[in-house]
């Protein structure tokens, strides 16, 4: 599966990249609507998701899939906005703004990594048998 | 039969187009009111009046209800109703809880009002379907549905032949009807009774869901009181309602944001902490199975004990391991993360029409676990996978059948009836075959089966009139008490969890008050005022879930780390906060606790008025069976003497060397006295007169001196 892999101490707190993304996705330079977040102050730390699976099977109404390249993703136009997914990622990678009522994470399209000027962060490939989200056929029997 | 037949089957009674509308802070400020006499269907408007006194939910149905009714109303009159309402908070999706419906009706079991809270997707989906609530009246001539379309803006009453009766059926067939693809599924909702609930006095109402990932219609119960007994004696076979957007911010709020921060904070908790604390998300509520065993608070052969060396059989890790689908999404609605509404798939069948079938059980809860478990005798994990099946589907009360069986099955062990007038069945502890065979009757509307159907009170009744069974005794080991049956909690040894059963509005039930734990294992209630606070503050703060349409569960099934150092841990005061907030998101009122205490006082005392309108709200109404206050018999005695004869000691009665039935006598008299004690200080407490009946001046200081409540306790100051 594709990712975002990151590289902590390389990382100089520049925001470049969540300047990217929420360009990209929102039409606006705000860190807040990023799907990738950089601590600030303290010791360089980048928060971004890593294409687990866990909030797959957390959501009620399915909207989160992974898809052939195993990325995972949210359906927005089911997307009944209980923000459950969001409490419960390991690593608290989805995000959230109350400027809308559905979630958003990172699907590794890769700008930001394209622009950020010390590769702390880059496009990775790891093997799908990591994929956290049950078999729902094999639960059920189907 | 196909799906496509069935439907052709309909025929048309009524059809009403109506427009949208709109939720403007969590009310539509409409109820669709359906009347299936003369198939009547408009549109109501609510009143600023109802919001400001009644709020929402179970007030606004018992409000309907009192306009609807007369004192001299019979539950199976015509103009008793069944009104289903969500309140303002319902139907939001990000605070865990928040999809519950409140059903009100005239009960047959207790001849007063009942209100039962409960899961599924109907309370949501009708309010974006443009509706506050449902008031349903009249008696139809042959079954019928009556069917919401949200989207088109669409009620039609219909004549449906064809369904079937049972919910697990009914369910799936009117789900599949009324939804355009496998997708829309779960933009459906289905209120269901069962075969059982027509020849029953404890018919329960399911209220669907469609789960996508097991592809079954999920049923939760509208349980207590026999509103499906109502139901079905209206000839209504179901309800469905259909709304196809949802979003997650349609109750437009005044302020979303507040409660998307304290959704995803309680989220975060329920990750970090649930698995340390009550396992809600893998086991529901039957977590607390073993837990009561140890405390001896599991009822066990009628409530005669509180522990059994079989628990270890149906514990709640037997379940989990065994049954219950692990790492589902079970939630009873959207962003409910305590996800409790457990599931055991590919449950083979046993007995019964549906013998050798696979199905889903929804459940077991503890209440299930353990009344039809080992308050039955019963400790066979399947069994009560199978008794909880059926009850669900006939549409009957787990915890009536539970108590009600438990109780029969007594009086058969002690003689009081025998096989002849049990249709040859042996009604012992233990007795899967013969439990489930009641049920089956009840189903078919034949045999012993429909006799326990009438509940305990009205087996108390025959027994002592037809068999000539002593009434004292009767009345002493029939735990029911104003025609409802206890839930499921041994309650000997804690007297403020006696008054939590003993003092409630609509009958023994412990969605009022639970205060064992506080009472008798933390000794945190020590003085008859201790008890009397906890007995006014936990009844109305549990009664304020209801008015909004949360869940109480999520209140105090999971604690925040750090809510023992607080003052008062009991209260969870961190998420009453949260659910202060929420209600400020949604609605945008500003409530303090005590507001919150207020608002649920309104309500509360509006229901007992009408309970004694109804002619069962007074003193002698608040008296309890001597089973739920201590050891009616010898066994009971001797099973836990230690404990009683230190007991008579402590109040200075030296035990050495009387009689077992000497001890009982003494320790009954000290345990009645307290009780009535206690009666004495909740009364005081919760404004009322020593007769149980709120004092004028009280009610003028809740603002609910309307008239015609007036008009009831005026002559009885
Ligand atoms: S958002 Fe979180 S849970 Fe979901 S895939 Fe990314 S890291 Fe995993
Ligand atoms: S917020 Fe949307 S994507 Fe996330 S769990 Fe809820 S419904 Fe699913
Ligand atoms: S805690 Fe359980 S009963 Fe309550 S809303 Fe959640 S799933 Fe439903």
């Keep these: 599966m594709k990712y975002l892999a990151k590289d902590d101490s390389k990382c100089i707190q520049c925001g470049t990249c969540e300047s990217i993304c929420s360009k990209t996705y929102y039409k606006e330079d705000n860190y807040e609507k990023s799907c990738i977040v950089v601590k600030k102050d303290g010791k360089p730390e980048i928060n971004v998701c890593n294409q687990c699976g866990e909030c797959i099977d957390i959501c009620p109404v399915i909207a989160i899939k992974r898809d052939k390249q195993g990325i995972v993703r949210i359906n927005k136009k089911i997307c009944v906005g209980c923000f459950m997914c969001v409490g419960f990622c390991p690593q608290l990678s989805m995000r959230q703004h109350d400027d809308y009522i559905e979630p958003f994470k990172c699907i590794a399209c890769g700008l930001c990594a394209k622009e950020c000027p010390t590769g702390a962060i880059y496009i990775a490939e790891r093997s799908d048998d990591e994929a956290k989200e049950m078999n729902l056929d094999q639960v059920f029997n189907r | 039969m196909d799906i496509k037949r069935i439907k ?6 009524a059809e009403y187009k109506y427009e949208l509308g709109t939720i403007e802070r969590g009310y539509t400020n409409r109820t669709l009111y359906v009347n299936i006499s003369d198939n009547t269907i408009a549109s109501k408007a ?19 209800l009192w306009n609807a009714t007369t004192p001299s109303t019979k539950w199976d009159d015509p103009e008793n109703e069944i009104v289903i309402a969500g309140g303002p908070a319902c139907g939001i999706t990000q605070y865990a809880g928040a999809g519950k419906s409140l059903v009100c009706s005239l009960s047959p079991l207790t001849d007063i009002p009942i209100d039962s809270n409960v899961g599924g997707f109907f309370g949501p989906l009708l309010k974006f379907s443009g509706w506050d609530a449902l008031e349903i009246q009249g008696k139809a001539e042959k079954d019928v549905i009556v069917v919401i379309d949200g989207n088109k803006g669409l009620v039609t009453i219909e004549e449906a032949p064809y369904e079937a009766v049972d919910g697990h059926i009914l369910g799936e067939q009117l789900t599949e009807m009324y939804a355009d693809n496998e997708d829309d599924k779960r933009n ?24 996508p ?10 349980g207590r009181g026999g509103i499906g007994t109502v139901f079905r004696n209206k000839k209504i076979k179901a309800l469905v309602v259909k709304f196809s957007n949802v979003k997650g911010d349609l109750n437009n709020a005044y302020d979303q944001a507040v409660i998307n921060k304290t959704g995803i904070k309680y989220h975060r908790e329920i990750h970090d902490l649930d698995h340390l604390q009550n396992n809600m998300r893998k086991i529901g509520t039957a977590n607390i199975i073993e837990v009561m065993d140890e405390y001896d608070l599991l009822p066990v052969m009628n409530f005669q004990y509180g522990s059994h060396p079989d628990t270890e059989k149906i514990k709640s890790t037997v379940f989990i391991e065994k049954y219950i689908t692990q790492g589902v999404q079970d939630g009873c609605w959207y962003g409910c993360s305590m996800s409790c509404a457990k599931a055991a798939d590919c449950f083979k069948l ?4 549906y013998k050798g079938q696979r199905v889903t059980v929804d459940g077991p809860e503890y209440e299930n676990a353990a009344g039809l478990g080992s308050n039955c005798g019963i400790f066979d994990p399947e069994a009560i996978l199978e008794l909880n099946f059926y009850c669900d589907t006939y549409g009957i009360d787990t915890i009536s059948f539970g108590t009600a069986t438990a109780f029969a099955m007594e009086c058969y062990e002690r003689g009081i009836i025998n096989k002849e007038i049990t249709g040859g069945l042996e009604l012992k502890f233990g007795n899967f075959e013969t439990a489930v065979e009641l049920l089956h009757q009840m189903s078919r509307g034949e045999g012993f089966g429909t006799v326990v159907g009438q509940g305990v009170h009205r087996m108390k009744k025959l027994f002592v009139e037809k068999y000539g069974a ?3 005794f009767l009345f002493d080991i029939g735990m029911e008490q104003k025609g409802l049956e206890y839930s499921e909690y041994v309650s000997k040894e804690s007297l403020a969890q006696q008054g939590g059963y003993g003092f409630t509005n609509k009958g023994p039930q412990h969605d009022e008050a639970w205060l064992i734990f506080m009472d008798m294992v933390n000794n945190q209630l020590p003085t008859f005022e201790d008890k009397a606070e906890a007995l006014h503050y936990f009844p109305m703060f549990r009664t304020w879930f209801g008015l909004y349409g949360f869940c109480k569960l999520p209140w105090n099934d999971i604690v925040p780390a750090d809510n023992k150092y607080t003052d008062e841990p009991a209260k ?14 949604v609605t945008g009122k500003r409530l303090s606790t005590e507001d919150m205490i207020r608002e649920s006082e309104r309500v509360y005392n509006f229901q007992k008025i009408f309970n004694i309108r109804m002619g069962k709200g007074l003193r002698k109404n608040d008296k309890a069976p001597y089973r739920s206050m201590g050891p009616v018999t010898k066994e009971e005695y001797e099973s836990r003497q230690e404990r009683y004869d230190n007991q008579l000691k402590e109040i200075g009665y030296n035990p050495e060397g009387k009689t077992t039935e000497e001890k009982i006598k003494v320790l009954r008299e000290y345990r009645e006295d307290q009780y009535e004690k206690l009666m004495d200080a909740v009364y005081k407490r919760r404004g009322w007169n020593s007769n149980g009946v709120p004092t004028i ?13 007036i008009e009831v306790v005026k002559d009885l100051q």
Excluded: C, I
């Design chain 2, 188 to 211: 459906v909702s289905v209120v269901t009774a069962g075969s059982g609930a027509e020849h029953t006095r404890m018919g329960l109402l399911n209220f669907s869901f469609y789960d």
């Design chain 2, 350 to 353: 046993k007995t019964g029409p």
């Design chain 2, 697 to 709: 001046e009280y009610l003028k200081e809740l603002g609910m001196d309307l008239p015609e409540l």
């Design chain 2, 572 to 585: 969870v005061p961190e998420h009453v906060q949260n659910y202060l907030d929420v209600v400020y998101g």
């Design chain 2, 213 to 222: 990932r097991r592809k079954v219609t999920r049923l939760k119960q509208a």
């Design chain 2, 8 to 13: 052709e089957g309909h025929k048309l009674l």
């Design chain 2, 46 to 64: 609510v009143t600023p009046m109802m919001k400001e006194k009644f709020v929402g939910g179970k007030g606004f149905g018992l409000w309907y």
């Design chain 2, 470 to 472: 002593d009434p004292d």
